[in-house]
């Protein structure tokens, strides 16, 4: 064989696995996924994040022609689902859905992280946004928010609230409120907005910045009474109840997201296929009526602009916890 051959042979070959390199990501997003995904909560079944979480996996099962199971991992306001899906497989089939205080509070708040919060959780897609609903044990005399503003300034310390865990957005919601109304309350963490309403229900604690689609359906029992939102405007499903700014705490205001997330260093391609399904999803008006009947705001984003909302937000709360006092204890 001819040198110049030879070369010829050489260059063709390199060009050919060249070729089959840049082509593999691709292939592999089209052949993705070839088996059951599975979506990690951070939090016990029945808060806002599992609500989320489960009429997500329907809708992705249907669109992606494969099982999409929840899994409910609680502990340290989100933190031990984090690190599960931090440290899983880097092929998309583990999935998180994350939330503000999960995967940008309750990492600034951790004295020991054991994964890298912007490295290692890779952002797919914003799925809902919703305000918070201020829930008391119906037993209590409480009316309205300036009855308990009241009731926890003329007696400081008193009055305690629960939250799905330290760090929480249901644990910030409170801080925010306390801070504002100038009164001092009591922090109960719990592993989940679901246990943390029932001992609200049964009078164990007297009150808990709920997620608004299991206040609603506390609230149904007769049990616990929603006395105002936290949004800054009502609540669709909610039209009778006052905001908390309306009803006692002028300028107090409070909106958390969810999202879906996996793990760092996924094919981009992958991530990609996954955002542009979410985003089909949540632009059908039956998965919109899904979400807002449950006091939910459904919304979407690309990859990108979530992955630079996570990075502002950490930086933000890095600032602003110490300015509301919370800790992780």
């Given at each position: 064989?001819?040198?110049?051959?030879?070369?010829?042979?050489?260059?063709?070959c390199?060009?050919?696995?060249?070729?089959?390199?840049?082509a593999?990501?691709?292939?592999a997003?089209d052949?993705?996924?070839?088996?059951p995904l599975?979506?990690?909560?951070?939090f016990a079944?029945?808060?806002a994040?599992?609500?989320?979480?489960?009429?997500?996996?329907?809708?992705?099962?249907?669109?992606?022609?494969?099982s999409?199971?929840?899994?409910n991992?609680?502990?340290?306001?989100?933190?031990?689902a984090?690190d599960?899906v931090?440290?899983?497989p880097?092929?998309g089939?583990?999935?998180l859905?994350?939330?503000?205080?999960?995967n940008?509070i309750?990492?600034?708040?951790?004295?020991?992280?054991?994964?890298?919060?912007?490295?290692?959780?890779?952002?797919?897609?914003?799925v809902?946004?919703?305000?918070?609903?201020?829930?008391v044990?119906?037993?209590?005399p409480?009316?309205s928010?300036?009855e308990?503003i009241?009731?926890?300034?003329?007696?400081?310390?008193t009055?305690?609230?629960?939250?799905?865990?330290?760090?929480?957005?249901l644990?910030?919601a409170?801080?925010?409120?306390a801070?504002?109304?100038?009164?001092?309350?009591?922090?109960?963490?719990?592993?989940g907005?679901?246990?943390a309403i029932?001992?609200?229900?049964g009078?164990?604690?007297?009150?808990?910045?709920?997620?608004?689609?299991?206040?609603?359906?506390?609230?149904?029992?007769g049990?616990?009474?929603?006395l105002?939102?936290?949004?800054?405007?009502?609540?669709?499903s909610l039209?009778?109840v006052?905001?908390?700014?309306?009803?006692?705490?002028?300028?107090?205001?409070?909106?958390?997201?969810?999202?879906?997330?996996?793990?760092?260093?996924?094919?981009?391609?992958?991530v990609?296929?996954?955002?542009q399904?979410v985003?089909k999803i949540?632009?059908?008006?039956?998965?919109?009526a899904?979400?807002?009947?449950?006091?939910?705001?459904p919304?979407?984003?690309?990859?990108?602009?979530?992955?630079?909302?996570?990075?502002?937000?950490?930086?933000r709360?890095?600032?602003?916890?110490?300015?509301?006092g919370?800790?992780?204890?």
């Open positions: 064989m001819s040198e110049h051959l030879s070369r010829r042979l050489f260059t063709s390199a060009a050919l696995l060249a070729c089959g390199a840049l593999t990501p691709a292939l997003a052949a993705w996924p070839s088996q599975k979506i990690v909560v951070g079944a029945g808060g994040n599992d609500i989320v979480a489960r009429i997500l996996a329907k809708e992705l099962q249907q669109s992606l022609g494969q999409v199971v929840v899994e991992k609680g502990g340290a306001g989100g933190l031990l984090n599960i931090a440290k899983s880097k092929n089939y583990t999935l859905l994350g939330s503000i205080g999960s940008t309750a990492p600034v708040l951790a004295k020991k992280l054991s994964y890298d919060a912007r490295k290692d959780l890779e952002p797919i897609s914003l809902a946004e919703s305000g918070n609903a201020l829930l044990n119906a037993k209590l409480y009316k928010v300036k308990i009241d009731a926890a300034r003329k007696e400081p310390g009055i305690n609230y629960a939250s799905s865990g330290s760090g929480s957005t644990h910030l409170g801080a925010l409120f801070q504002q109304a100038g009164v001092e309350l009591v922090h109960v963490p719990y592993r907005n679901g246990p029932a001992d609200v229900s009078g164990q604690v007297q009150a808990i910045f709920s997620g608004i689609p299991p206040a609603m359906t506390s609230a149904k029992t049990q616990t009474r929603i105002a939102v936290t949004t800054k405007e009502r609540v669709k039209p009778d006052p905001t908390v700014a309306e009803a006692g705490l002028p300028g107090y205001a409070f909106t958390s997201w969810y999202g879906l997330f996996t793990t760092g260093g996924t094919d981009p391609a992958i990609n296929k996954l955002a399904e985003r949540i632009a059908r008006p039956d998965v919109q899904q979400f807002e009947v449950q006091g939910l705001t919304v979407s984003s690309d990859p990108k602009a979530f992955k630079a909302q996570i990075d502002r937000e950490l930086t709360w890095t600032r602003d916890v110490k300015t509301l919370i800790t992780a204890d």
